[in-house]
């Protein structure tokens, strides 16, 4: 029983590690001359895109997903630009984020209202600090703050929705520490679901979930990660389709939805997109994949490969791909060595 309350503890921070690690001076030098960086790929055929031709296709649709990976500052400025793109083409985009709760919504749209009020740099300087504070950011890095706020004042400058999508974090750990069924019912009450799960699906999750904690992991912990996966997705799917019936009824209509998550929760198509088509199968979304390449220069077609899922459809990683730079080319299970070794030792010794 020791052995896995210190590795929930583990996997909790990890998970944190994993969403707030900011740039730093990696062992091994980032690779940066890979052909394919810069470059925006159309998966089905393969082709290259222009930024211009990429933001046309995209406003084909009532969901964009330009999804990241959390600590690449190349992704979060391409989001900035794509965001800026719509505004200029006489768009009313909204916002929404998986780093923020759906219950920091009204805070969010509170910034949104401060534009009226003009802000010198005092001011400025003031309000950032509160609202890092009161959306519970006082101990992330500076770093990942910024790419976050960036957005955030993009949002309140041009006077577009922006809201939270996520479960509370208090909750999260709930599910993490206890799973599911270990909840309240008051807790079990407080989430929604779409009952989009099988056991292939979660034999698949959990392998991922093995590998994102750098191969530690019993039953019980996975089961418990895989529970905090699903209750997520619901309820961003959730949060999502909200958002966009919301938008719609307001007056002059808004849109189109504009959703910034990390890689995992959309690629194949899984994790929110599937849920957001169970629940409002009316919407057209589409995944923009902000991508980091390989280590080593691969070819195109190594990227591109379909899922290979028993019962699932053979779907491509994302609609599009824009391929940068890495941020480091350091294991980032290295700084979890000794958690793991010390995690080890003192199973053999209990």
Same mark, same amino acid.
């Given at each position: 029983?020791?052995?896995?309350?210190? #590795?929930?503890?583990?996997?909790?921070?990890?998970?944190?590690?994993?969403?707030?690690?900011?740039?730093?001076?990696?062992?091994? =030098?980032?690779?940066?001359?890979?052909?394919?960086?810069?470059?925006?790929?159309?998966?089905?055929?393969?082709?290259?895109?222009? #930024?211009?031709?990429?933001?046309?296709?995209?406003?084909? /649709?009532?969901?964009?997903?330009?999804?990241?990976? /959390?600590?690449?500052?190349?992704? /979060?400025?391409?989001?900035?630009?794509?965001?800026?793109?719509?505004?200029?083409?006489?768009?009313?985009?909204?916002?929404? #984020?998986?780093?923020?709760?759906?219950?920091?919504?009204?805070?969010?749209?509170?910034?949104?209202?401060?534009?009226?009020?003009?802000?010198?740099?005092?001011?400025?300087?003031?309000?950032?600090?509160?609202?890092?504070?009161?959306?519970?950011?006082?101990?992330?890095?500076?770093?990942?703050?910024?790419?976050?706020?960036?957005?955030?004042?993009?949002?309140?400058?041009?006077?577009?929705?922006?809201?939270?999508?996520?479960?509370?974090?208090?909750?999260?750990?709930?599910?993490?520490?206890?799973?599911?069924?270990?909840?309240?019912?008051?807790?079990?009450?407080?989430?929604?679901?779409?009952?989009?799960?099988?056991?292939?699906?979660?034999?698949?999750?959990?392998?991922?979930?093995?590998?994102?904690?750098?191969?530690?992991?019993?039953?019980?912990?996975?089961?418990?990660?895989?529970?905090?996966?699903? =209750?997520?997705?619901?309820?961003?799917?959730?949060?999502?389709?909200?958002?966009?019936?919301? =938008?719609?009824?307001?007056?002059?209509?808004?849109?189109?939805?504009?959703?910034?998550?990390?890689?995992? /929760?959309?690629?194949?198509?899984?994790?929110?997109?599937?849920?957001?088509?169970?629940? #409002?199968?009316?919407?057209?979304?589409?995944?923009?994949?902000?991508?980091?390449?390989?280590?080593?220069?691969?070819?195109?077609?190594?990227?591109?490969?379909?899922?290979?899922?028993?019962?699932?459809?053979?779907?491509?990683?994302?609609?599009?791909?824009?391929?940068?730079?890495?941020?480091?080319?350091?294991?980032?299970?290295?700084?979890?060595?000794?958690?793991?070794?010390?995690?080890?030792?003192?199973?053999?010794?209990?």
């Amino acid at each position: 029983m020791k052995f896995i309350l210190v #590795f929930a503890g583990a996997a909790l921070l990890m998970l944190q590690a994993c969403a707030t690690t900011g740039p730093g001076t990696p062992d091994t =030098a980032p690779v940066n001359n890979d052909p394919l960086i810069g470059q925006i790929i159309d998966s089905q055929n393969k082709s290259n895109l222009s #930024f211009d031709t990429l933001v046309e296709r995209l406003l084909a /649709h009532d969901v964009i997903y330009l999804s990241e990976k /959390h600590d690449n500052p190349v992704h /979060h400025a391409a989001q900035h630009r794509i965001i800026q793109a719509l505004i200029n083409q006489g768009q009313n985009p909204v916002i929404g #984020f998986e780093f923020f709760a759906m219950d920091d919504t009204s805070l969010l749209l509170s910034l949104v209202d401060s534009r009226q009020a003009g802000h010198d740099r005092e001011t400025e300087t003031a309000l950032e600090k509160k609202m890092r504070n009161k959306l519970g950011w006082a101990d992330q890095t500076d770093t990942m703050w910024k790419y976050y706020w960036d957005l955030l004042r993009l949002a309140r400058d041009n006077g577009l929705w922006a809201a939270g999508l996520d479960l509370d974090d208090s909750l999260k750990r709930r599910i993490t520490r206890k799973g599911h069924h270990g909840l309240t019912s008051l807790e079990q009450s407080q989430l929604f679901s779409t009952h989009l799960s099988d056991p292939v699906y979660e034999t698949y999750m959990k392998k991922i979930f093995k590998q994102v904690h750098c191969g530690m992991g019993n039953d019980r912990m996975l089961s418990r990660l895989y529970d905090t996966w699903l =209750a997520r997705n619901d309820k961003m799917a959730q949060s999502i389709t909200q958002l966009f019936q919301a =938008a719609g009824k307001s007056s002059p209509p808004k849109g189109p939805l504009v959703i910034i998550m990390g890689n995992g /929760h959309t690629e194949y198509k899984l994790g929110v997109m599937d849920r957001v088509q169970a629940i #409002f199968p009316g919407a057209s979304q589409v995944n923009l994949s902000l991508s980091e390449v390989f280590a080593e220069p691969q070819p195109l077609g190594t990227y591109l490969a379909p899922l290979d899922l028993a019962g699932y459809p053979k779907s491509m990683p994302a609609d599009y791909i824009w391929f940068t730079g890495r941020v480091s080319n350091q294991d980032p299970c290295d700084k979890f060595r000794h958690v793991i070794e010390r995690m080890k030792k003192k199973k053999k010794q209990e």
